[in-house]
T-cell receptor, first 113, second 108 residues
């Protein structure tokens, strides 16, 4: 595609429910990144994919968070048993390789009520 | 662990001023550095990418420099305009780490 696509753009969920966030990277981009941005805060690194493997998942805050990637295509970030502290914008980016510039999607705004 | 710091955290200037935003990093063994802008409630838009072998990059009124030996990058904005108001973030790509950003307000 022309850009990085994220869905849904907005998600409101009840505390304790599971949610799945989707990211479609630019075609041909081997590297994919997930970040979290809480209101008024900077970007918090979550996980990095090279192809369908995750060399760095050091930023995942707890075992309630997991992510997968299918080949060099779509990635899903899953949050189980959501908590109010999970409320944030989740941003996805992709790049041709780890040393190339990132292109970001518009993000998914997650609100846990 | 790479730490990326941006100073100042916020900056307010009158229209037409030239200004400099600073980004410092602790580990100089970096690949590349990228500057972004983020408008309120929006995603990140890439401004400039500086390869590790380069000293600077220019795009229109924007100029970014990179000094790996001192662990610094600067983003220079010439003749600022109200439309430049946004948060500016720098990212050390090899470490996938971002600074907290500088919130810029340009007053008409």
């Amino acid at each position: 595609g022309a850009g990085v696509s994220q869905s849904p753009s907005n998600k409101v969920t009840e505390k304790g429910k599971d949610v799945e966030l989707r990211c479609d990277p630019i075609s041909g981009h081997t590297a994919l990144y997930w970040y979290r941005q809480r209101l008024g805060q900077g970007l918090e690194f979550l996980i990095y994919f090279q192809g369908n493997s995750a060399p760095d998942k050091s930023g995942l805050p707890s075992d309630r968070f997991s992510a997968e990637r299918t080949g060099e295509s779509v990635s899903t970030l899953t949050i189980q048993r959501t908590q109010q502290e999970d409320s944030a914008v989740y941003l996805c980016a992709s790049s041709l390789s780890p040393s190339d510039g990132y292109t970001f999607g518009s993000g998914t705004r997650l609100t846990v009520v | 662990k790479q730490e990326v710091t941006q100073i100042p955290a916020a900056l307010s200037v009158p229209e037409g001023e030239n200004l400099v935003l600073n980004c410092s990093f602790t580990d100089s063994a970096i690949y590349n550095l990228q500057w972004f802008r983020q408008d309120p409630g929006k995603g990140l838009t890439s401004l400039l990418l500086i390869q590790s072998s380069q000293r600077e990059q220019t795009s229109g009124r924007l100029n970014a420099s990179l000094d790996k030996s001192s662990g610094r990058s600067t983003l220079y904005i010439a003749a600022s305009q109200p439309g430049d108001s946004a948060t500016y973030l720098c990212a050390v790509l090899s470490d996938m780490r971002f600074g907290a950003g500088t919130r810029l307000t340009v007053k008409p």
